[in-house]
């Protein structure tokens, strides 16, 4: 398992907080929680493209990590790997099928993506037209495209953590990352193309 210097603190943070909860140390709990929080929100409102379900699945994932404390293996996978694995499965018992157009595109990719360059009404009202439009695309994704586009893009997972979260292959994830960014691009308009570039060029 391959990390980054970053991953590599993160998960050594992980690793000193989940050994001190289970000793009982309930700070350690609200430390972890800290350390992962806004990523699995990010990762659920991603998913479920609805505030509250993304908040309430975030819940969930924490009181259910919590309570399994003591089965996460980290000869396994990362911590942050096995809590991605939870928070995506309890997404997809609360999928919705519909189009959100108040959906904060900013909150699905880290906030990574450039607000306008300019104040002028045209400028702005063409932003908001692209961000529409890659949501709206997003939410007609399969959801497994959708899944794996979130992870790759949103979270900078690599194919490999991607097949850990999902359960498949990592060729298999690759692929699905593929084709959701192929289907992205066919489906956007020049607008939300040129966001669509900005978002996977980094």
Known sequence: ??????????????????????RGDQAAYTALYGLFAAGVY??????????????????EVFVYAFKNLH??????????????????SRCRNTYRRKRLPQVDIAQLF?????APS??????????????SALVAAL???PVNLREAVILRYGHSLTYREIAAVMDCPPKTAESRVRLAHERLRHVLAPQGQGLLDELVSF
Request: proline residues 1%.
């Open 1 to 22: 398992m391959f990390l980054t210097t970053q991953q590599t603190d993160e998960q050594t943070s992980a690793l000193r907080f989940i050994e001190r909860g289970l």
């Open 42 to 59: 990010r990762l659920c409102y991603g998913l479920v493209l609805n505030e509250q379900d993304a908040e309430d699945v975030s819940q």
């Open 71 to 88: 089965r996460y293996d980290a000869n396994k996978a990362a911590f942050k790997t096995w809590l991605y694995t939870i928070a995506v």
């Open 110 to 114: 880290n906030n990574e993506i450039a």
């Open 118 to 131: 300019t104040e002028q009404p045209e400028a702005v009202a063409a932003y908001h037209a692209a961000q």
């Open 139 to 141: 939410s007609d994704l």
